[in-house]
């Protein structure tokens, strides 16, 4: 059975740094949220949100007010554009053609003006390399993650991943980070969630995950400071310097 050992480099650390490594320090596990930390997806869910409602014969919102309505999975999103265009919510039998246009637009090229943030694939390659468990947690629908994650050639890396309808709830409940934890046999006390927004820290919070925020991505137009992560990085590739220099897998 393979185990780990966390060996503590001779370098001198920053305060930064030693904050890094202590909040990685003896971690197996790294859970990643999927929009706003892995790819910018806004582009993508505007157009799909536009062409809903365009389908519907209402007013359109602009790419910046569907950023802030990203978080809470495909329905809530859906309905967060109908509220905002009828002023009012939704019926039930509106919401259901809205939501069906939009999974029809969104699902037939989820990745046409998606891109990968500056060094996703790196670090993931590198934690990967190191013998890190990587699994990935979205509230976005379970069907799109295996072609958005082959798009970007990054299925690879992932152990496991969740969908914000793989399960009876979603982010920010902890129970697909607890199932993913269960599934790969590592407590929770060793894992880490790493997301944009507030759902993806209460979460990690919840589950007794440590907490690692980036600020780039959709947090609802709030600093993401504000729901009190462990720890906020400015990119994914400062991750892996951290662990490359705290950890060392040996069989
Ligand atoms: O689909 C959403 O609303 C957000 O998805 P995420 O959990 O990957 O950020
Ligand atoms: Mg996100």
């Given at each position: 059975?393979?185990?780990?050992a966390v060996t503590v480099h001779?370098?001198?650390?920053?305060?930064?740094?030693?904050?890094?490594?202590?909040?990685?320090?003896?971690?197996?596990?790294?859970?990643?949220?999927?929009?706003?930390?892995?790819?910018?997806?806004?582009?993508?869910?505007?157009?799909?949100?536009?062409?809903?409602?365009?389908?519907?014969?209402?007013?359109?919102?602009?790419?910046?007010?569907?950023?802030?309505?990203?978080?809470?999975?495909?329905?809530?999103?859906?309905?967060?554009?109908?509220?905002?265009?009828?002023?009012?919510?939704?019926?039930?039998?509106?919401?259901?053609?809205?939501?069906?246009?939009?999974?029809?637009?969104?699902?037939?090229?989820?990745?046409?003006?998606?891109?990968?943030?500056?060094?996703?694939?790196?670090?993931?390659?590198?934690?990967?390399?190191?013998?890190?468990?990587?699994?990935?947690?979205?509230?976005?629908?379970?069907?799109?993650?295996?072609?958005?994650?082959?798009?970007?050639?990054?299925?690879?890396?992932?152990?496991?991943?969740?969908?914000?309808?793989?399960?009876?709830?979603?982010?920010?409940?902890?129970?697909?980070?607890?199932?993913?934890?269960?599934?790969?046999?590592?407590?929770?006390?060793?894992?880490?969630?790493?997301?944009?927004?507030?759902?993806?820290?209460?979460?990690?919070?919840?589950?007794?995950?440590?907490?690692?925020?980036?600020?780039?991505?959709?947090?609802?137009?709030?600093?993401?400071?504000?729901?009190?992560?462990?720890?906020?990085?400015?990119?994914?590739?400062?991750?892996?310097?951290?662990?490359?220099?705290?950890?060392k897998?040996?069989?």
């Amino acid at each position: 059975m393979r185990q780990r050992a966390v060996t503590v480099h001779s370098i001198r650390f920053t305060e930064r740094y030693s904050g890094l490594h202590s909040v990685l320090q003896g971690k197996r596990l790294i859970a990643f949220d999927l929009d706003g930390t892995l790819i910018d997806s806004v582009p993508d869910l505007a157009a799909a949100v536009a062409h809903a409602l365009k389908a519907l014969d209402l007013r359109q919102p602009s790419e910046a007010e569907v950023r802030d309505w990203v978080g809470n999975g495909a329905p809530v999103l859906v309905e967060r554009a109908l509220t905002w265009a009828l002023q009012t919510p939704p019926t039930p039998a509106l919401q259901q053609r809205g939501y069906d246009t939009f999974m029809d637009y969104y699902g037939a090229a989820p990745h046409a003006l998606t891109t990968l943030y500056p060094g996703v694939q790196q670090a993931l390659q590198g934690l990967h390399q190191q013998g890190m468990t990587l699994v990935l947690i979205t509230n976005k629908p379970e069907r799109f993650i295996e072609p958005l994650l082959q798009h970007f050639e990054l299925l690879d890396y992932f152990a496991l991943w969740v969908g914000g309808d793989s399960l009876a709830e979603k982010k920010p409940h902890p129970l697909p980070l607890l199932h993913a934890a269960h599934m790969c046999q590592i407590p929770a006390a060793e894992c880490v969630m790493v997301g944009d927004s507030r759902h993806d820290i209460a979460a990690g919070k919840a589950a007794g995950f440590t907490t690692v925020a980036l600020p780039y991505g959709y947090n609802h137009g709030e600093p993401i400071e504000e729901s009190h992560p462990d720890l906020v990085l400015s990119s994914l590739t400062e991750l892996l310097t951290t662990t490359s220099q705290t950890t060392k897998a040996i069989e």
